[in-house]
Every structure is written in C-alpha cells, then in structure tokens.
C-alpha cells in the first residue's frame, strides 16, 4: 500500500510572503524574521499510489449561499463535493464527511487514506466536502481574492455552515440517508473545522475525529513557544548535536552575509536559483531554512514517502548525519547545512537549482490561508534561541497586525477564535477524538489529554503531522495502528448509540 | 407588589404593515390577510409599579463589531447594558444575563420582575443586554434602518455573538467576576436567544431559562394552525359560545363593510380615528380585531394588570362576556365586538378614538422585528376556519417572500434557522429550561415535554406569555409559583455543579 499525504507547517515570515509573490514589500520588515508570520497549516503534494481499495469517487456541486450570516448579499456559489457510496449501506448507514481545509479537495481526498481503509469495515458513504476559497469552490471565481470585499466570506463559521448545509442536502436528496448518522473527520486546519463542526453543529454530526488539529495554538492558551521546542526536539533526538549545528548556523549565515563575496558564496553553495543580492536576502534565506526543518518535522514519517521530493523513511535522522559539527568553520557548517536540506529539496537528485520563495505544494490555496491567518486564524508563535536551536525572535501582534493590514487591508481579531469556539473551556461537548503526533510542531497548540470521557485524546508517540490519516503502511509503527484502532471503536460505538437513540 | 410587564403577538400582516407606516402597499395582496404574516414575538408596554425590591442599576455601553462573522466591515458600535451588583457575591458569584430582545433594554429591565425577585435569592449580579438594532444600540445610529445594506448585521447570530464578548468583557473588567457563573435568562425571542446562547456558548453560560421561547415554530417543526387554535381555546374556555361569536363576525363584518353606508357605520361603531372608506380598510379592520384576540391570549394574566391600556384579571372573561351570541344580527354582533376590544383597548375609558394602526407598544422596534421576521425568523402560522375562530388562511411562503423583497429587498431563507441551531433535533445540549404558558399561543411553538434530564420543560397551566418572568404578585396561580421555584432549583443546580467543577 502507498504512503500518503503529508502536510507541513511552513512559517511564512514577512519575506516569505514577498517570496511568494505577495505584494507585501520585504523592507517594510527586514529585522523582523518572525515578525508578521503567517503560519500555515499547510500540506504537501503526494504522488503517493493510489491505496488498495481504489479512489473511485463522483465530483459534485451544490448551490451554496455565499453569505450563511447575513441576506444583503443574496448571491451564491458552486461548493465542490466529493462522495462515494461503494462501501455503503443504504438503509442509514454511516456518512464519513471529511470538513476540507486549505486546499483542493481532490488533493486531500486522495490523500487521506484512513478514510478509504475503514469504508467497508464502517460500511460507509465517503463525502468530501471542498472549503470555499480553495480548489474549484470559489465565491467569485477569479475575482475571489482581489480584495477585501470578495475575500469578505472567508471564515471558518461560513465554512462550517456550508458544511452543514450540504449534509441537509444529502440527507434530503440520497435515498436511504435521512437518518444516516454522520462523522466529521478532518486533519490540521480540517481537523479543527471537524472538532469546531461537532462543537457547533451536534444535531448533524453524531462526532469527529479531529486528527492534529491545533485548536488551542490561539493567542493566551498555549504558550508560544512550545511550537519551535518540538522542532527542535525532533532534531535533537535525530543525531548527536543536530540541534546544536542548526543553532549554530545562523550566526555563520550572518556572518558570511555580511560581505558581497559571502553572499555570492552561498548563493553557489545552495545552489540557489536566484542568487543572494542583499542582507534582505539573507534574511529571507535564514525565513528559509527555518521553514524546512520545520516542514521536515511535520513529515517525520516513519516510511520513504513521496511528496515535494520523494523522501526517505525518518528524514530527520537522515538530514541529521550532516549536521554533526556545531563547531565546524563557516563555510564547513553552511555547507553542511546545504547538504541536509538538499534531502529535502532534493533527494531524487533531479532540481538543478533550489528555489528559497518555495516549501510548499500548489495544490494548497497560500492566499487563502494567509488571510485566514489574517482574520481569524491568529496563532502566535515564537521562539527564544534557549529553548529552541533558532533565532530568538518574540511574538510581535502589532507587526502582525500591521503586515496583514498592508496585505490585506484587514485586522486580524486574536480573541475571537476563543470566544466563539470556546478555548480551553470545552467539556460541555461530547464525542470528539483529538488525535496528535507527538513529533508534530502542531502538537503544541494540540488537545492531549483526555477532557471527558468523550473528548478523548488520542497521542501518537511516533507520530508526526495526523499520521492516523494516511493509507495503512507495512512500516506503520504500532502506536499509529492502536490508534486507527481505538478512532474505529470510538466511530463504532457513536454509531451504536444513535442508532439506539432512534 | 406590582403587576409588570406583558409581551403579546402582534401578527402583521401585509395590511398592518401599511398601517404602521411601513412602505409596503397593501394593495399588493389585499386578497391576503394573513398572506405575509410577520409575527412578531412582541411586548405590550407596561406602566407597572417597579418591584419592591427596587431597580437600581447602571447604564454601560461596550464597543462591539459591528459585524463578528467578517473582516472587511471593521467598524464598531455601542451596545448598551444594564447591570446591578446590590445583591452580588462578588467572589465569583451568579450572573444572571438577559438576553435582550426586539425592544428598549430598560423596558426589559423593569418588566423582568423574576430576575430582580431571585437576584437576593442567588446572590446573583443581574445584567440587561441590549439587543442591537433595538434601543439606544443602533450599528449606524439613524441610518440603521435605511436600506438592506445597513440591516445586514441584524441577525441572531450576530446577536449571540455580542452577547459573549460582552459577558467575556465583563469576567475581565470586573473584580471577582473571572470565574463567575453565567445564566441567560430570556423571554420570548429574548427566550429563544438565551436558548441557542447556550446552544452555541456553553462555555459561556452554565444554563438558560427560556421562558416562552417558540424555537420550533419553523417550517415544518410544528403545524402552522395551532398557533390560532389556542387563541381560540383560550375564548372557547373563557366563556359560552365567546370563540363562535367572534367566528360569526368575520362574515357580519364582510356583509356590513360591503357598502359605504355600513363602511361608515362599522366605523362609528369602533369609534375608529380613521374612518373605513374601502374593501382594504375594511380587511385591515379584520386583521387588527384578529390580532387584538392574540393579544389577549398573550396576555390572559390571571390579576389586573397595566399595559396599553390597563386591563382587569383574566381579561378574555370579560371580554367574553359581551361575546355571547353568535346568532345575533350583523350589526348587534357588530357591537359586541366593539365592546370587547373597547376593554383591551380604552378600560381605563380614556381613549376618545381607537386607532387599528396600533396594537402594540412602541417600546418595541418594530422595524427591527419586521426585518428579521423577513430573514431568519421566518415562522409559518396558518389559519383553518374549522379548527379555529378565525378566517381561513394558509401558510404561503412565495407571497410572504415577496412581500419580504419589495418591503426590505431581502429574501427570506425559512430552513436556516432549523439548520443552525438543530430544529428538533437537540438532545445533545444541556442545561436548558423551556418554560411555557399554556394559555400562551407561542406554547404552539415550544418545548413542552423534557428533552433529557437536563433539557427539560415547564408547562404552567394556568400561564400566558412568560408569565414565569413577571414579577410576584399575590394572585399569581399555584402553577406558576412552583414554575419559578424549579426554575430557582434548576439554577442553583447548575452553580453548584460549576462550582464543584472548578
């Protein structure tokens, strides 16, 4: 069986945002590499197989209102969808409906396996539901993005009730459904849409399996810093001073940046497809690196997996046999560093050059989450350069807020997420499993301990971004299996009670 | 101790909307006079004494988002709230919060005699929401109410959403509230708000008391006709042959208004201020008498109590009393009617005219309520002629849509309510006290057998509108002085298992 999909965090500083084409200038922030960070949940590409039981799916379109929250705008959109009905029982069986996150919903249709691998077993209907603003489902087809106005309706609230929306229609319209009892499931952003859906929406969903999904990474409910220790951590355990050559690399960086001939130097040693040209640059170089070793945490998969690059089975230890010598000369340990990422970037050997505007995959819709990231979606980060191997840069809401106002014309609302989803204080809700990898950034901002009897958490030792997602792998260690396992109880059991309940 | 406030339906239709000034010509469907009801949940002023324990309290205002579900509107308001310590244990002691609705928070404030007659009781701090769009809490001062554009944030949800910022504003500005125990207490839509409240913010309110709360009178949740049918039980039971007398009036009124003559005749009899000069006038003149029935079944309080105009204890007996003789000619008929609306509408004898554009209080924002009933709050009531007293009329969602758009230019959307806050279908919540009047036509609409242990019902016989929330009174009936008892009991239940959870 293939491997699967691997999402990856990438911290998008003020200049990776200029990087990657946005029109924010680099300038107006050049000392603050943390500064205006728009974190993504993001995902990376998989050319991973197909699983066993085949993706055979239909692609559908529902007639959605563009506004749920308000009736002066009566226009509405087309909401893509996915659904399969090959492992079905048709009297009121079971609905598995993946809450789409940042992306096309194809992408993560194709790559959540679990869901392909317990249909039958579950007997269930697959519904893949496509967030507006990403993939196909955009409110205002080329228009969606061009300001403030069009990207008006792009929040989680209006998302989730497209959701529920489209399982009314479902129900209503596919015989045999009325009273099918349906799970969210969803991983990182979509794993907090399917906790956020039961939270909101129990008379549509019986429960939901919320696989890393960082709820609580808001601002005053974690602290900031946990997210960088767990990368750091992940690289600590990899290889003998790993941590230690990544901490000791920025001041090399700088140093060796510091002149025109340095940045011609690593612009050689990089390989870089656009050569260094100033400190700005640099900096953007350092935004860089930090993104890798973090997206290289969030793929620790314990299998050779396929995705931006093809990589092998536990990638940090394999980018750790590089970075063995903190106390190498400058240009010793730079190149060293060129080598680990090189694994990253490039372990099939095919890229002529690296391109530092670029950690992520298309199929992810990097607008689209940038102004979430700007709006609603604010999770301060931070780190400290003590309790992390990285530059110690603190969380700074103003810059953040001012970046996102140049970008976006907007003001990111830090307390609103908590206020309207609860924070912390969520025990009055029931039948949600919080499932996470303990080598995952995102595990940070994650819910790791049991809440309720049913608010359970769910901790995957060796597990890195929802690896409970991906298709059933041969090297899949056993903590990711006894948790496939206890997720099928729990979805057994929700679907027991409601049936008993009818 | 005085007798307090009333809340009684006023049903709008299409011919009373012109009557209060609204745009909408009644020519449109003067064939219809039930055709685009909107039914308001509204309040009859009262000019009852204040309670004995007093009212003091003081007026703040909170800076609130103009619109909480988007970004590009970043523009705020003052919502104004009422709030009272006197009785407060201010080590994290009781809040009961009202959740404002379609009116002036002040005449809420003082027609809440429930809270302030607990409040010593509870040890509880009282606090009074102003509802946006109603009141002194207008999002764009005189242009509120100017066009579609401006009433777009004129939602329930929004609403909520206000509710909780300003409760989670409260627990942090005011010393000894952090950990403070939130109950919303609302009547009628008020009822309804603070229902979905904890619906939707159970981390923010322990519980709800929903007195006289219609959450189900949606489309397809309960029967359109028994809204009409317990207006007319409640005459039926309140004298002999009363509810057949007023269903002869309908045709005596139809007979007599067919000539100029009898259009002047029928309007010296009612003492009109403005004379009836058409069929129109004449079908406007049947909507107000329709509508002064429901209201009197909103209000069939059993001692005498002082609103529009002050009215005697169980005020449908007396009203009966001239109802006694359907058999009667057209004109005699005629004028029992005008005597028994004369007791609603001028007992205290001071009225020199009656005036049918008016029937409720203007302490209640009618404009508001119109707008809503013409977006979200779309609930279909229904009018058989055989089952009830009142002339035939069926439920018709396109005229009352298009009645909708031409009045506000606006569309309503009937399935959304039952959709975001669960319809039927909402067993999963808890902490929820639905209190209803059998007596109350809005008991049609209500939660009247207990959910689960926690979502539970409280039927009062011998109740009309939320009389559970009016203030003590020496003739209140044993029902719904044990209403208030469990409702007390349901309360301190809630604090101490928060309590015991912290």
Same mark, same amino acid.
């Given at each position: 069986?293939?491997?699967?999909?691997?999402?990856?965090?990438?911290?998008?500083?003020?200049?990776?945002?200029?990087?990657?084409?946005?029109?924010?200038?680099?300038?107006?922030?050049?000392?603050?590499?943390?500064?205006?960070?728009?974190?993504?949940?993001?995902?990376?590409?998989?050319?991973?197989?197909?699983?066993?039981?085949?993706?055979s799916?239909?692609?559908?379109?529902?007639?959605?209102?563009?506004?749920?929250?308000?009736?002066?705008?009566?226009?509405?959109f087309?909401?893509?969808?996915?659904?399969?009905?090959?492992?079905?029982?048709?009297?009121?069986?079971?609905?598995?409906?993946?809450?789409?996150?940042?992306?096309?919903?194809?992408?993560?249709?194709?790559?959540?396996?679990?869901?392909?691998?317990?249909? *039958?077993?579950l007997?269930?209907?697959?519904?893949?539901?496509?967030?507006?603003?990403?993939?196909?489902?955009?409110?205002?087809?080329?228009?969606?993005?061009?300001?403030?106005?069009?990207?008006?309706?792009?929040?989680?609230?209006?998302?989730?009730?497209?959701?529920?929306?489209?399982?009314?229609?479902?129900?209503?319209? &596919?015989?045999?459904?009325?009273?099918?009892?349906?799970?969210?499931?969803?991983?990182?952003?979509?794993?907090?849409?399917?906790?956020?859906?039961?939270?909101?929406?129990?008379?549509?969903?019986?429960?939901?399996?919320?696989?890393?999904?960082?709820?609580?990474?808001?601002?005053?409910?974690?602290?900031?810093?946990?997210?960088?220790?767990?990368v750091?951590?992940?690289?600590?355990?990899?290889?003998?001073?790993?941590?230690?050559?990544?901490?000791?690399?920025?001041?090399?960086?700088?140093?060796?940046?510091?002149?025109?001939?340095?940045?011609?130097?690593?612009?050689?040693?990089?390989?870089?497809?656009?050569?260094?040209?100033?400190?700005?640059?640099?900096?953007?170089?350092?935004?860089?690196?930090?993104e890798?070793?973090?997206?290289?945490?969030?793929?620790?998969?314990?299998?050779?997996?396929?995705?931006?690059m093809?990589?092998?089975?536990?990638?940090?230890? *394999?980018?750790?046999?590089?970075?063995?010598?903190?106390?190498?000369?400058?240009?010793?340990?730079?190149?060293?560093?060129?080598?680990?990422?090189?694994?990253?970037?490039?372990?099939?050997?095919?890229?002529?050059?690296?391109?530092?505007?670029?950690?992520?995959?298309?199929?992810?819709? &990097?607008?689209?989450?940038?102004?979430?990231?700007?709006? *609603?979606?604010?999770?301060?980060?931070?780190?400290?350069?003590?309790?992390?191997m990285?530059? @110690?840069? /603190?969380?700074?809401?103003?810059?953040?807020?001012?970046?996102c106002?140049? /970008?976006?014309?907007?003001?990111?609302?830090?307390?609103?997420?908590?206020?309207?989803?609860?924070?912390?204080?969520?025990?009055?809700?029931?039948?949600? +499993?919080?499932?996470?990898?303990?080598?995952?950034?995102?595990?940070?901002?994650?819910?790791?301990?049991?809440?309720?009897?049913?608010?359970?958490?769910?901790? +995957? @030792?060796?597990g890195?971004?929802?690896?409970?997602?991906?298709?059933?792998?041969?090297?899949?260690?056993?903590?990711?299996?006894?948790?496939?396992?206890?997720?099928?109880?729990?979805?057994k059991?929700?679907?027991?009670?409601?049936?008993?309940?009818r």
């Open positions: 069986m293939g491997s699967r999909a691997f999402i990856a965090a990438a911290v998008s500083s003020a200049l990776l945002l200029l990087a990657l084409g946005l029109p924010n200038p680099a300038a107006a922030a050049p000392h603050l590499p943390w500064a205006a960070q728009s974190l993504r949940l993001s995902s990376l590409p998989s050319r991973a197989p197909a699983p066993a039981v085949g993706l799916y239909e692609t559908h379109y529902l007639v959605q209102q563009v506004d749920h929250f308000g009736f002066d705008v009566n226009l509405t087309k909401q893509r969808y996915l659904i399969t009905d090959q492992y079905w029982k048709n009297n009121n069986g079971a609905i598995l409906f993946y809450t789409g996150n940042e992306g096309d919903i194809t992408w993560f249709c194709k790559n959540t396996g679990f869901m392909w691998d317990v249909a *039958e077993e007997k269930a209907m697959l519904v893949f539901a496509e967030h507006r603003y990403y993939g196909e489902s955009l409110p205002f087809g080329n228009l969606s993005f061009s300001d403030s106005k069009h990207l008006n309706y792009l929040t989680s609230e209006q998302a989730l009730a497209d959701f529920a929306v489209l399982i009314e229609y479902l129900k209503k319209t &596919i015989p045999g459904a009325k009273n099918s009892p349906v799970i969210a499931i969803g991983g990182s952003y979509g794993g907090m849409l399917a906790a956020w859906f039961r939270m909101k929406y129990p008379h549509i969903v019986i429960g939901a399996l919320a696989a890393s999904a960082p709820i609580w990474q808001f601002t005053d409910l974690v602290s900031c810093g946990k997210f960088f220790e767990i750091t951590n992940d690289f600590k355990k990899s290889g003998s001073k790993c941590s230690e050559t990544i901490q000791s690399s920025w001041k090399a960086i700088d140093r060796l940046t510091s002149t025109g001939e340095g940045l011609q130097w690593i612009s050689e040693v990089f390989h870089l497809c656009n050569p260094l040209r100033s400190q700005i640059d640099a900096i953007m170089l350092k935004s860089w690196l930090a890798t070793w973090v997206n290289l945490a969030m793929v620790d998969y314990p299998y050779s997996s396929d995705f931006l093809p990589l092998p089975a536990w990638p940090i230890k *394999e980018v750790c046999k590089y970075l063995t010598d903190p106390s190498a000369s400058d240009k010793i340990l730079v190149q060293n560093i060129f080598r680990a990422v090189n694994i990253y970037y490039n372990y099939s050997g095919e890229a002529s050059c690296l391109n530092t505007s670029q950690t992520a995959t298309s199929n992810l819709g &990097i607008q689209g989450w940038n102004y979430q990231a700007c709006t *609603e979606m604010v999770m301060p980060i931070c780190t400290t350069g003590i309790s992390d990285f530059e @110690p840069q /603190e969380w700074d809401f103003a810059a953040y807020s001012e970046q106002f140049q /970008e976006w014309g907007v003001r990111p609302r830090p307390s609103w997420i908590p206020t309207v989803f609860g924070g912390k204080n969520i025990s009055s809700h029931s039948n949600i +499993i919080f499932s996470n990898g303990a080598l995952d950034p995102w595990y940070a901002g994650g819910v790791n301990e049991n809440i309720t009897d049913t608010l359970v958490s769910i901790v +995957i @030792p060796d890195a971004h929802h690896l409970d997602l991906c298709a059933r792998n041969a090297d899949d260690p056993e903590s990711v299996l006894l948790a496939r396992t206890m997720e099928v109880d729990y979805m059991k929700w679907i027991t009670q409601f049936q008993g309940h």
